[in-house]
């Protein structure tokens, strides 16, 4: 400051020895914790304290849907660029990603003119973003802490026996009480596990219902495609389409409504027929 002619008194810049001693002191102490190394142990247990103290709430798992989906439209994007070998844009085939996650129907590039591989791998991002089967991650995070809360009661210290009865058996008199009704009462499942089987049900009913549509309109859509068109009808590029393989495409991305086709603007009619099928 004295090369810009600032004067300075000198009682600002000393200090007593006791301060050089605490700002000396703090010092040490900054780098002896600079210095310590945290074991990957360490960071492990306190990110599962973290994870079981968290409190979850309905936006929080909205904000993680929609980082999950954003890094699946990145990461797709990038698995049907490489299998293209780059001559399609990158852009155009994160688009056609965020089509298949989104369920947006847009498209700067047909979906018919990419490879069998490339549409394999959209429709499997397509399956797994769709509106039924993405709901299921959150419940198994649901499930997930709802067994930790069980394990953590059962481990903690049993409180009296007569807290746990209903309010009407402590109106009631011990011996006027069955003791087999009793033992059904203590027998009957805590909320705890009630919510466990509920998670559990909720996913199978899930699963099961997305499979028997996709298993029925999958046969029907195979057949009436196999016994009503000629392999002709069927060209994709100048490649013949399996019909059986054509309705996977259109019986995922109609059940997701994503308006993608496997087939270009000509076939179109085909689909009229096979999405009037769809609707049962």
């Not at 849907?65 to 994160?94: A, M, R």
């Not at 930790?148 to 008199?173: A, C, G, K, W």
């Amino acid at each position: 400051m004295d090369d810009f002619d600032f004067p300075r008194k000198p009682s600002c810049i000393t200090i007593s020895n006791l301060e050089e001693d605490v700002i000396k002191a703090e010092i040490d102490i900054v780098k002896a914790t600079a210095n310590i190394a945290v074991p990957l142990s360490e960071w492990r247990q306190r990110f599962r304290r973290l994870w079981r103290n968290y409190k979850w709430r309905m936006s929080h798992y909205f904000y993680l849907h929609l980082f999950v989906f954003f890094c699946n439209t990145l990461i797709c994007g990038i698995i049907v660029w490489s299998i293209e070998q780059y001559k399609i844009p990158y852009i155009d085939c994160w688009f056609i990603s965020a089509t298949c996650v989104f369920t947006c129907g847009l498209q700067t590039y047909d979906f018919a003119l990419f490879s069998r591989s490339s549409q394999s791998v959209l429709l499997f991002y397509t399956w797994i973003s769709g509106i039924t089967v993405s709901t299921i991650p959150a419940i198994f995070i649901k499930l997930y802490r709802v067994k930790n809360e069980i394990i953590s009661s059962e481990e903690s210290v049993r409180r009296p026996s007569d807290i746990d009865t209903l309010p009407i058996q402590r109106m009631v008199p011990n011996e006027t009480m069955d003791s087999d009704i009793n033992e059904r009462i203590q027998s009957l499942p805590t909320p705890h596990h009630l919510r466990v089987t509920a998670y559990i049900l909720m996913i199978v009913l899930i699963l099961s219902t997305c499979f028997v549509i996709y298993l029925t309109s999958f046969i029907a859509m195979g057949i009436w495609l196999k016994c009503h068109y000629d392999p002709k009808d069927l060209l994709q590029g100048n490649q013949t389409m399996n019909p059986f393989y054509a309705s996977i495409v259109i019986t995922i991305t109609a059940f997701n409504q994503n308006g993608l086709s496997p087939w270009q603007d000509e076939k179109q009619k085909i689909l009229i027929k096979i999405y009037f099928i769809s609707i049962f």
